[in-house]
C-alpha cells in the first residue's frame, strides 16, 4: 500500500523511517500547502517498506510518500 499526498506541497518533516510499524490514523509526513502545515496519517497499519519522498520535495496532489507493507 501506498500513502500519497492529498495536497500540492513541499513536504516538510517524514516522521518515520523503514522498518518502522505503523498504525492507522498515525501521522507519517508533514507537508506544507498555502503556509499551513498537513499531517499526512495513514490510513492502515503496516511496516513502513520505502519511502518515496525526501524533506524539502514539492509533490503534486496523489504523489506517492510511503510504501507500507
Known amino acids: 500500500m501506498k500513502i500519497e ?6 513536504v516538510l518533516r517524514i516522521l518515520v523511517a523503514p522498518g518502522d510499524e505503523v498504525a492507522v490514523d498515525q501521522d507519517v509526513v508533514i507537508i506544507e ?3 499551513m502545515e498537513i499531517p499526512i496519517a495513514s490510513e492502515s497499519a503496516g511496516t513502513v517498506d520505502e519511502i518515496l519522498t525526501a524533506e524539502s520535495d514539492v509533490v503534486q496532489e496523489g504523489a506517492a510518500l510511503i510504501s507500507l507493507k
Open 5 to 10: 499526498s492529498p495536497v500540492p506541497g513541499t
Open 33 to 35: 500547502s498555502m503556509k
